[in-house]
């Protein structure tokens, strides 16, 4: 079996998103999370998922370019809407929300 070092298939995994209409900054943070799986042994949660992003793309199931939005929002809690973007710009945005919204309260729930 060949080595690919992490850094390089990262490299890789990003220009074929790129390619397939994603902004720069989603490939990126798209790729790292897929190889982080791989090297925190979660393979399943890993670049073997990139067919089936590319396949979601081209079916129209998942939009490259979707940025996420806030749909409803109270104190502690809010509710994003991912906008059929990638998990994990999605959850990056969420994650970001709840972080400013505990250190004014204290807590937060973002789903």
């Known amino acids: 079996m060949q080595t690919i070092q992490a850094q390089t298939l990262t490299n890789y995994v990003q220009k074929l998103f790129a390619a397939a209409g994603a902004p720069a900054s989603h490939a990126e943070r798209v790729a790292n999370s897929l190889v982080s ?24 199931m998942l939009d490259p370019h979707a940025t996420p939005a806030i749909v409803r929002e109270t104190g502690v809690v809010t509710m994003v809407d991912g906008r059929r973007s990638f998990g994990q710009v999605a959850a990056h945005y969420a994650i970001n929300i709840a972080i400013e919204k505990a250190k004014t309260y204290g807590t937060a729930t973002t789903g």
């Open 37 to 60: 799986a791989n090297l925190a042994g979660h393979d399943s949660h890993g670049v073997i998922r990139t067919v089936q992003y590319l396949n979601n793309i081209k079916d129209g």
